[in-house]
């Protein structure tokens, strides 16, 4: 019998704070199974640097295991038990060194108390929600780098601000607006008001992407009805938004009671088949109706808006359609049941953020221009071409599983395209000039990525480096509805070009 883990080599080099370990028992007896085969538990002991120690006992299904860590800065090693049958992961965690990171933001009304909306018995106050943000952002981090790996791209993902304590930092920023005056807004209006404000104060940085909550979404449901749809439910909530395009993904936190405040709750909550209390809270669980359900689509609502900040695009399925409401199948050994007819029928996106306004450094068409060079992200190195060639397997496999079991996956070409970003790689430009006489378009270097949209963002086509030719001209015209060209090079610049229009953006 022995302890196989599903993810991870060993040892590990990580630049997240929080891990995801996969994994099962194998070669076990008809005895081990027949005993252990509904329940049953491990013991992992974690040794963290400063003579850091935990002990915990980690929940086991059909002899199946996923949990998460959180690592400390420097060296860890895990040491598992499994009925006397050992095994030992070592564990190096260095936090992203790189100018380019996500600042996490909670907005606050003019005049408000900060408060969210929530049970009696959540605490709803400011250093609550700088909790759940902050946690929510890790496991973001988290998800990234894991599905990206899965992709064969290795683990990379985007930097967090951190404050003096290691933690992640979460800034609140006093809005001018007032709560009428939110409430009042459209979500595309408090976007612009939002964006404006941040980018006129003290955290502006051109190298950040901003994923911010506003604190005064309220639902309210008077009459006590049961929501038939979840349109009806976002006619019921003032304040509400969930955009994402450019510098700024922002969200509304009608649902961030939800979230969990602690790591170690993280799991149970995704599991909570609670109903959510339709007479006094919003409903955002792609028609699932619990609080697990709620955590699991609004936390993968904001990685979809992440990935429009990002420059992805609306994609047939993965996260960048409606795989995001699988959050808690990629978390948990939950398995998937059949998707509802209402919840296939919801969009990605209450609406899609175009990227052709504004002329503020968050605005949605600044990205494709900046020179900026790429972050500093620290690559894994192997020492042997077996336990490359295993590791290889190993992604090609949970990949192919995880599609299979659930939506929490980027596309191909999104996944490639992640992966040059500034804020994921780094890579310095080769200042080829790479040119396309076919769009009336030049780009600084080699490319890596090329996406023809449509209406919404919707990726029609694509081509990557690993394809075998370009004929961009045939990949325009032979696309009814084409409206834009995005590429992405080899350095990480993004460029867009309208095809609408005879100018590049």
């Known amino acids: 019998m022995r302890i196989k883990f599903l993810n991870l080599c060993n040892p590990i080099k990580v630049t997240h704070s929080i891990l995801l370990i996969k994994g099962r028992i194998e070669n076990y007896s008809q005895e081990v199974w027949r005993k252990c085969f509904e329940k049953s538990f491990m013991m992992v002991y974690h040794q963290g640097p400063q003579e850091y120690r935990r002990c915990e006992e980690i929940a086991l299904e059909k002899l199946q295991f996923k949990f998460l860590v959180r690592l400390h800065a420097g060296d860890n090693t895990l040491s598992f038990d499994?009925?006397?049958?050992?095994?030992?992961?070592?564990?190096?965690?260095?936090?992203?060194?790189?100018?380019?990171?996500?600042?996490?933001?909670?907005?606050?009304?003019?005049?408000?108390?900060?408060?969210?909306?929530?049970?009696?018995?959540?605490?709803?106050?400011?250093?609550?929600?700088?909790?759940?943000?902050?946690?929510?952002?890790?496991?973001?981090q988290c998800i990234m780098?894991?599905?990206?790996w899965e992709s064969g791209l290795g683990r990379k993902t985007f930097k967090l601000e951190m404050d003096?304590?290691?933690g992640v930092k979460v800034h609140v920023l006093e809005s001018s607006l007032s709560v009428e005056e939110c409430w009042a807004m459209s979500g595309e209006e408090l976007w612009e008001t939002i964006a404006r404000e941040i980018m006129f104060s003290t955290l502006k940085d051109e190298k950040s992407k901003y994923l911010a909550f506003i604190s005064c979404t309220r639902y309210?449901?008077?009459?006590?009805?049961?929501?038939?749809?979840?349109?009806?439910?976002?006619?019921?909530?003032?304040?509400?938004?969930?955009?994402?395009?450019?510098?700024?993904?922002?969200?509304?936190?009608?649902?961030?009671?939800?979230w969990p405040t602690h790591l170690s709750q993280v799991q149970k909550r995704l599991l909570c088949d609670e109903a959510i209390d339709t007479n006094l809270f919003m409903d955002d669980s792609a028609y699932r109706g619990t609080i697990g359900g709620t955590f699991a689509t609004t936390l993968g609502s904001a990685l979809h808006e992440l990935g429009h900040c990002f420059d992805l695009g609306h994609t047939g399925d993965g996260i960048m359609a409606r795989g995001f409401d699988d959050l808690d199948l990629f978390f948990t050994l939950l398995e998937r049941n059949l998707t509802s007819k209402e919840a296939r029928s919801l969009d990605p996106c209450s609406s899609y953020q175009r990227e052709d306004l504004s002329p503020l450094s968050i605005?949605?068409?600044?990205?494709?221009?900046?020179?900026?060079?790429?972050?500093?992200?620290?690559?894994v190195r192997r020492s042997d071409s077996i336990s490359k060639y295993l590791e290889d397997y190993a992604q090609k496999r949970l990949r192919y599983q995880n599609k299979i079991s659930s939506g929490c996956f980027w596309t191909s070409s999104c996944a490639l395209l992640l992966?040059?970003?500034?804020?994921?790689?780094?890579?310095?430009?080769?200042?080829?000039?790479?040119?396309?006489?076919?769009?009336?378009?030049?780009?600084?270097?080699?490319?890596?990525?090329?996406?023809?949209?449509?209406?919404?963002?919707?990726?029609?086509?694509?081509?990557?480096?690993?394809?075998?030719c370009l004929d961009l001209k045939a990949m325009v015209h032979g696309n009814r509805g084409a409206t834009s060209l995005v590429l992405i090079t080899n350095c990480g610049r993004a460029f867009k070009k309208s095809l609408n229009e005879n100018n590049q953006e």
């Open 82 to 140: 499994f009925l006397g049958v050992k095994d030992t992961i070592n564990i190096s965690y260095e936090p992203i060194q790189s100018d380019y990171g996500v600042c996490l933001v909670y907005v606050v009304c003019s005049g408000h108390d900060g408060k969210f909306q929530g049970p009696d018995y959540e605490d709803c106050g400011v250093f609550s929600a700088k909790a759940r943000i902050s946690l929510g952002g890790e496991l973001l």
């Open 145 to 148: 780098a894991e599905t990206l």
């Open 164 to 166: 003096d304590s290691a």
């Open 220 to 258: 309210t449901n008077r009459a006590g009805i049961k929501p038939s749809s979840y349109s009806q439910v976002l006619r019921m909530t003032k304040g509400h938004v969930a955009l994402g395009g450019g510098g700024l993904a922002l969200f509304g936190t009608g649902a961030l009671w939800t």
């Open 363 to 379: 605005g949605r068409s600044n990205s494709f221009n900046s020179s900026e060079g790429s972050p500093r992200f620290t690559s």
């Open 419 to 468: 992966s040059k970003q500034k804020w994921m790689n780094k890579s310095e430009c080769s200042l080829s000039q790479f040119q396309l006489p076919d769009v009336d378009m030049s780009v600084c270097c080699d490319l890596s990525v090329i996406e023809v949209r449509g209406d919404g963002g919707k990726v029609l086509q694509y081509w990557t480096e690993e394809s075998t």
